[in-house]
């Protein structure tokens, strides 16, 4: 394959290399079936409330406000009590160790992440994570899922201080990977931070939208899986 006119691929982490939906999805699964105060909910109303939870107590974390293990309990004493759980308080710290080990047992790749990054590499172009997160976090599931040695670099929003779709944090991913914005593209599953933040900044986008949901704009490239990896390869290089 011949070196791609883009050097740089920008790319989210969270459901775009790291299937956060899977891993997420199988810990609320093994709760919802032994949590009777969840039984008032299908899994798929619990998956939703936790989803909405889970947004709102992330920002604090960015922004400093909480740790994410003080994140996760207070998650999980919201959810007991809007479930009608006694003493939802007494509960949510051992409810929350339970969700992190079935979580953290279900992680994996997006389907075609390993084959997509290596093609990628074999192209000549390089890879920097750009990704609302902690550090920490995001190196252990990169190692984890086998995808650490194709990475160059990692940036994540509470090392720098700002967050997609900030275009900071984008200058920040082209400035350590040594590009300009007409290097780059940005391939993400988030309509508002990655495909929004990335345009901003003058990069071009991918949206992975493994989920089907309606395009808000035709004339970004979408991809709907990394499979086969020398298709999606194809369309995020430009090629």
């Given at each position: ?104 047992r279900s992680w994996q790749p ?37 995808l650490a040695g194709l990475v ?88």
């Amino acid at each position: 394959m011949t070196r791609p006119r883009t050097r740089v691929v920008l790319s989210d982490l969270d459901d775009t290399l790291f299937d956060h939906a899977h891993a997420t999805r199988a810990a609320l699964d093994a709760l919802h079936s032994s949590i009777a105060a969840f039984h008032a909910w299908s899994l798929d109303e619990l998956d939703r409330r936790h989803r909405d939870e889970l947004e709102v107590l992330h920002l604090d974390v960015l922004a400093g406000g909480r740790s994410i293990e003080s994140a996760r309990i207070e998650r999980f004493r919201r959810l007991l009590a809007a479930a009608g759980a006694d003493r939802p308080l007494e509960q949510a710290g051992d409810l929350a160790r339970r969700y992190r080990h079935a979580y953290e047992r279900s992680w994996q790749p997006v389907a075609g992440a390993l084959e997509f990054l290596e093609q990628i590499t074999r192209a000549g172009a390089s890879v920097v994570i750009v990704t609302n997160n902690v550090v920490q976090e995001q190196r252990d599931k990169l190692a984890r899922c086998g995808l650490a040695g194709l990475v160059t670099a990692l940036v994540a929003s509470a090392e720098i201080g700002v967050s997609k779709p900030d275009v900071a944090i984008f200058h920040e991913a082209l400035r350590r990977a040594g590009a300009e914005p007409e290097d780059a593209v940005m391939v993400g599953d988030a309509w508002s931070t990655d495909i929004v933040g990335a345009r901003a900044a003058g990069i071009r986008a991918v949206w992975l939208n493994r989920f089907g949901t309606p395009r808000p704009d035709a004339s970004v490239h979408e991809l709907r899986s990394l499979e086969p990896a020398e298709v999606a390869t194809r369309v995020v290089l430009g090629e």
